[in-house]
């Protein structure tokens, strides 16, 4: 079955440095996601992404965070200097397949990179 | 308001009976109430997933029912079994949201008992 990959797996970091959490998409799909877990919370949205663009954000989303598709694959997030406040599980989540609006709907989500911030 | 409110917030049920834990929203444009399970150190995956034009879908053991007047949902598990014990979103998108962000409850840590 497909799956959404994420690396690393967990990363520990010091406050204030710059960090790239990966994700390999399913292939076929055409939204990708980054949503955030604090240990013990809800999951909670981040970013979408579509046609090679940001296509909505919230507000956790702010001017220290970006997203890039390097490439055909990769579905990067980057958070410029990390706070304490980041620490967090980061999942990438990916969805739609040839087009079908109920393709949209079905949210895959990989197994997630554990962000501690030190 | 782009609130899912999930009730209980753990639930200990024990093997062959019915987990129930519901969801309730404000937000008429969602249309669109998926259940995601989610086990320790994994990501969350789809369980099941509801339209408001029903009042009830069901795949195995698993029920969603809705009620679209009172804008609550829930999720019903019967027979549980130790297996299913995992943590449980509900969760809802938005009619007009194309990119299919999704709205998530604060989740139910269901234990299932021997």
Known sequence: EPEVTQTPSHQVTQMGQEVILRCVPISNHLY???YRQILGQKVEFLVSF????????????????????????????????TKLEDSAMYFCASSGGTG???????????????LTVL | QQQVKQSPQSLIVQKGGISIINCAYENTAFDYFPWYQQ????????????????????????????NKSAK???????????GDSATYFCAARGRYNQG??????QGTELSVKP
Do not use: C
């Not at chain 1, 954000?57 to 200097?81: M, W, Y």
């Not at chain 1, 079908?100 to 554990?114: D, P």
């Open chain 2, 39 to 66: 086990f320790p150190g994994k990501g969350p995956a789809l369980l099941i997933a509801i339209r408001p034009d029903v009042s009830e879908k069901k795949e195995g053991r698993f029920t969603i029912s809705f």
């Open chain 1, 100 to 114: 079908a609006l109920s393709g949209a709907n079905v949210l895959t989500f990989g197994a997630g990179s554990r």
């Open chain 2, 72 to 82: 609550q949902f829930s999720l019903h598990i019967m027979d549980s079994q130790p």
């Open chain 1, 50 to 81: 579509y046609n090679n663009e940001i296509s909505e954000k919230s507000e956790i989303f702010d001017d220290q965070f970006s997203v890039e598709r390097p490439d055909g694959s990769n579905f990067t997030l980057k958070i410029r200097s």
């Open chain 2, 100 to 105: 299919g962000k999704l709205i998530f409850g």
């Open chain 1, 32 to 34: 990708f996601y980054w």
